[in-house]
């Protein structure tokens, strides 16, 4: 069978597990994006500051700051699908009182802050779970097949739900259900549909870590990442690069005040980074990444903070998606590489507070490099804080490429072929002892 057949490109989807968790993610993740960006439009238009969207990421980011280690933990320690379903339980509460604040128009950004901190509360302990659930639902051989999916079925969901979000948001229907209510009111329906399918699922992982409980227990994970120069490597370069070049939160002030294209126009914006990741993800289910992954992840974060930099330049709405495009293209790469190389050089009884790690890792680099644009567009104007955020990308890719050999020098994303360049990254420290 060639490798490029229909049945090998879908391997992961031959496990009805898998099957049945991607449709459950496809939709509670367009129900998600749809609402990140009403509530972003929403504080805007309450506000119209910059610091009070950044202040949006940092309410997301600070639970998976408080609760990296505990998340973890109980990650690998509960089963991970029952994990799973009471956290999403935790965000239909936490739709219901957006839902609520819209309806009434409440005027303060406060309590939509609260609920922000809840939900971050409960991503940091479904993220960890969630991400160590995917190897128990495919076989070993496919595990490379379903990150790609996975990823793939991300991007399709991230085109979606802010296209759907932003259309949504301006039908002209009654006057209290219109806007962000019905927005909310379509995120709910998500939900309800994520739990149904996960509580369906036939897998039960159980408990993997059976050691008693104890602070080098709890601590395993974040020890692991830090001896391994492949895994910390990997993680930290996505965490800088994404804190400095993410333009995410910046967005509803680009599309309103310098591309002047209104909700749709926002939707549209966030949709470009989705379309050039979902076409480049597609594109490895075919065509898997069989050589030179970490020079392929290096050269790619490098391509990423370039195009934020012409994302920051340009005053034209084409122009600007073009630019999104190509972030999201090249990120997808990193992402594919980065998730692999996650899972596959890490023990299976530690991939729950190893993911707690890299969730901490991703959570700063999306939700605190929201904070940290949006404090940089309050001191240097929107358009100054993405273009520099584009160079430190760029800096960062040239430093980590030396500072990490180990992930440069990656060939083949395998568990034995990240061994053997871990192997024989220590052989050579040995002999130069």
Avoid at 58 to 77: Q, T
Avoid at 313 to 322: D, K, Y
Wanted: hydrophobic fraction near 55%.
């Amino acid at each position: 069978m060639s490798d490029t057949s229909p049945a090998r490109a879908a391997a992961a989807f031959l496990s009805r597990d898998f099957r049945r968790y991607q449709l459950a993610r496809v939709m509670v993740i367009i129900g998600a994006e749809a609402q990140a960006l009403a509530v972003a439009w929403q504080i805007y238009l309450i506000t119209h500051s910059a610091i009070d969207l950044g202040y949006t990421g940092l309410a997301l980011f600070l639970p998976g700051l408080l609760f990296m280690l505990p998340s973890g933990h109980v990650a690998d320690r509960f089963d991970r699908r029952k994990v799973i379903l009471v956290c999403y339980a935790l965000q239909v509460f936490c739709t219901l009182a957006l839902f609520f604040f819209a309806l009434h128009q409440i005027r303060r950004i406060l309590p939509i802050y609260a609920v922000l901190f809840l939900i971050g509360t409960g991503r940091s302990f479904s993220g960890p779970a969630s991400s160590a659930l995917i190897p128990h639902l495919v076989p070993k051989e496919h595990f490379v097949n379903a990150v790609t999916w996975g990823a793939t079925i991300f991007q399709i969901s991230t085109i979606t739900g802010p296209a759907l979000g932003g259309l949504l948001f301006t039908l002209p229907l009654h006057e209290r259900i219109a806007g962000a209510p019905l927005v909310y009111l379509f995120t709910l329906v998500t939900l309800i549909w994520f739990l149904v399918l996960v509580g369906s699922l036939s897998v039960r992982p159980g408990r993997m870590e059976h050691r008693a409980i104890s602070m080098d227990v709890i601590l395993a994970g974040l020890s692991y990442v830090r001896r391994t120069p492949i895994l910390l490597g990997s993680i930290s370069l996505d965490l800088f690069a994404v804190l400095l070049g993410g333009a995410v939160a910046l967005m509803p002030i680009f599309a309103e005040d310098i591309l002047h294209a209104g909700p749709r126009g926002l939707g549209m914006l966030r949709a470009a980074p989705a379309v050039g990741a979902l076409i480049v993800s597609v594109s490895l289910t075919w065509w898997p990444i069989k050589r030179s992954a970490g020079a392929l992840m290096f050269f790619c974060v490098g391509i990423f903070g370039a195009a934020t930099i012409f994302f920051g330049v340009s005053r034209n709405l084409s122009l600007s998606m073009l630019a999104l495009f190509i972030v999201g293209a090249s990120d997808m790469v990193s992402v594919v590489i980065r998730s692999s190389v996650l899972q596959l050089a890490t023990p299976p009884e530690m991939r729950g507070r190893v993911s707690a790690v890299n969730s901490l890792f991703i959570g700063a680099s999306n939700e605190l490099g929201e904070f940290e644009s949006g404090l940089t567009a309050q001191w240097w104007g929107a358009v100054r804080a993405v273009i520099y955020g584009g160079i430190g990308s760029l800096i960062v890719t040239g430093l980590w490429s030396v500072l990490f050999p180990e992930l440069r020098r990656a060939d083949q994303l395998t568990a034995e072929g990240l061994l053997n360049v871990e192997a024989l990254e220590a052989g050579q420290e040995i002999r130069q002892l």
